[in-house]
Nanobody, 125 residues
Framework: QVRLVESGGGLVQAGGSLRLSCAASGRTFSNAAMGWFRQAPGKEREFVARISWNGGQTAYADSVKGRFTISRDNAKNTVYLQMNSLKPEDTAVYYC??????????????????WGQGTRVTVSS
């Protein structure tokens, strides 16, 4: 069992930065691939970034590549999403997710076993 709690969301002006955190409980965290997804109002949930169990492999959606960075600290059971150069279209609820059966993760939300409750990010223009 893995419990995920996101934090760090808020209101920021376009061009600003935020760092989201996802604190995990459960002994399987260090073996799990982790992902960040987001859902904007009226839209489907979409993939943002993923990271392998040891942090050695990452992948990003084209829309955030070069602006967002995913990282993890297994000693702290935490995964991060550093978001720079934010745009109004980044406005969404951001969710972290854990795939305990995969080392590297995927961009498909159905592959993930556990989800946090989400943290809201609002980027004003």
């Amino acid at each position: 069992q893995v419990r995920l709690v996101e934090s760090g969301g808020g209101l920021v002006q376009a061009g600003g930065s935020l760092r989201l955190s996802c604190a995990a409980s459960g002994r399987t965290f260090s073996n799990a691939a982790m992902g960040w997804f987001r859902q904007a109002p009226g839209k489907e949930r979409e993939f943002v970034a993923r990271i392998s169990w040891n942090g050695g492999q990452t992948a990003y959606a084209d829309s955030v590549k070069g602006r967002f960075t995913i990282s993890r600290d297994n000693a702290k059971n935490t995964v991060y999403l550093q978001m720079n150069s934010l745009k109004p279209e980044d406005t969404a609820v951001y969710y972290c997710a854990a795939d305990i059966s995969a080392a590297y993760g995927s961009a498909w939300s159905d592959d993930y076993d556990y989800w946090g409750q989400g943290t809201r990010v609002t980027v004003s223009s």
